[in-house]
Each structure stands twice: as C-alpha cells, then as structure tokens.
C-alpha cells in the first residue's frame, strides 16, 4: 500500500552509457535531485566514450517488459520517462506497459542520435515511436534537429511543434541548442499552439547528456503533481545549472554536473 508522503517513483526506459553522462545513470542521479525515486529499466547496452557510441545492443523486448512489470507489481510508480529504445520491438514493449497505466504521465525523449550524431535509430523505429509513443506521451522533448527529422514535412520548427501535437503529444519542447541563435531558444507547443519561449543564455561548451537530464527533470516533477507548465519551466532552470557547473573529465563533451547542489551545500 501507498504511504503517506512516499518518495514519487519514476521508472526510467534508457540505455546504459558506460561514461555515465547519459542514459540510466543520468536518469537515476536526475531524478535523485528532484526528489524521486529511479526505477531504471535497461533498454539497451551501449558501448560509448564522451566522443561516440561504437555500438549498441538492444535488451531483448521480453527481457525489457520483465523488468517493468516486476517494478510495476511492486512499486507505485508515478511517472514514466523514455529515453533510448534500441528496437521496435522495445518500442512495442513499451507501448504495451503504457496502455495499462493510462493515468500516469510519460515524458520521452526522442533519442535519434547521440550528441556527436551518432545514430541510434532509423526510419523503422522512428515511425513506431510516433504511431505507437507518441499518443502516449505527455510531453516530448525532442531537440531541433529530432525534430526537424520526426516532422520532414514541416518547413518550420513551428510547424515541426504543431505536426508533432497533431500525432498525439499533449505537449511539445523544442530545444533550440543546436539554432545559430545568440541565446538558447527553447519552444513550448500545446492546445494546437506555441505556448512559451523559454530563453536561456547560451553556454560555451557542448554536453553528453543534457536531454536525458531535460526529460528526467520533467518527469520528476510530474509525478509530484506538478502542473505541467511548472514542470517544464523548473526543469529546465535546473537543466542550464547542471551544465553551466558541468566538467570534462574524457576527451569529448562535458558531462552535466547533475548533483551540483551538493557541493552548493557543502561550501
């Protein structure tokens, strides 16, 4: 039974980054922060440094629906955040789990690509995540050029928001990193319309892991009941403070400094 004042559990579908920049362990150090339990399903197992993914294997979908539905028999889980699928049939799996938890909020994060471009995903798995996830999902977090890739027909990113709430996504975030833009525009699209543009200052340095962080925030914050305009916003405010105080410690991005307010408390 649910007690009282229990800490939110958040079950996180993602692959496992061995820098431990993205992925599960950006999920898990994330959703830390925000208060809430991980409950981290492996989706695939990666073979990564902080330059580029070498190669990828995805779980096994019955592997994958296993270890959710042993968490979801167990626990009360309060949100649902997707990351890396690695198959359509992981795709599959999962949209099967979401159909049974229709109250819960699903935050994903379209992971195409990684930061350095590397592919993780083709036309297959793009058009089941938009047929299957997408009218799933509370909000989607893509980043300009995700999607520019899962609306082709959209001439632009506004366009890209509406094509992308016209497939079934309650709310759309359109990170705008990768725009030539003097400061980082961020697009919120819901109800048939641009709802906000979130203006951050832009950051020198690029970063493993960021949407991972992003969508982990947000996740976090609805499964506490947080309206989800508020958690859009709040998410993101801690989003920029775990690059700004981000580091390199490989030869490649900077990692997001996810538990930065640790040393904040400590000084």
Aim: charged residues 15%; hydrophobic residues 40%; contains cysteine.
């Amino acid at each position: 039974m649910q007690q009282e004042n229990q800490i939110p559990v958040v079950m996180a579908f993602a692959g496992n980054d061995p820098t431990g920049g993205a992925g599960i362990q950006a999920d898990i150090e994330t959703l830390a922060s925000m208060g809430c339990h991980a409950a981290p399903v492996v989706t695939a197992v990666t073979v990564q440094d902080t330059q580029h993914v070498k190669e990828y294997h995805a779980v096994d979908s019955s592997l994958l629906i296993a270890q959710a539905r042993a968490v979801l028999e167990d626990m009360p889980v309060a949100g649902f955040k997707i990351g890396m699928l690695g198959s359509v049939q992981n795709v599959e799996a999962i949209h099967t789990i979401l159909r049974d938890y229709p109250q819960v909020p699903v935050v994903l994060d379209p992971v195409l690509a990684s930061g350095a471009g590397d592919p993780l995903s083709d036309d297959a798995l793009r058009d089941a995540m938009t047929t299957l996830l997408f009218p799933l999902t509370t909000v989607l977090t893509p980043n300009s050029l995700e999607a520019r890739l899962l609306a082709p027909e959209a001439d632009t990113l506004d366009a890209c928001g509406q094509e992308l709430l016209d497939l079934g996504c309650e709310f759309v975030l359109i990170t705008g990193a990768h725009e030539a833009t003097a400061e980082v525009q961020n697009r919120l699209y819901g109800n048939r319309r641009l709802l906000e543009t979130f203006t951050w200052p832009r950051l020198a340095n690029s970063y493993h892991g960021s949407g991972c962080t992003l969508a982990s925030a947000i996740a976090g914050l609805l499964s506490q009941s947080r309206e989800p305009f508020t958690a859009i916003y709040e998410a993101q405010e801690y989003t920029w403070e775990t690059l700004q105080a981000g580091y390199r410690i490989g030869m490649g991005q900077h990692l997001p400094s996810r538990l930065y307010w640790v040393n904040q408390d400590t000084q």
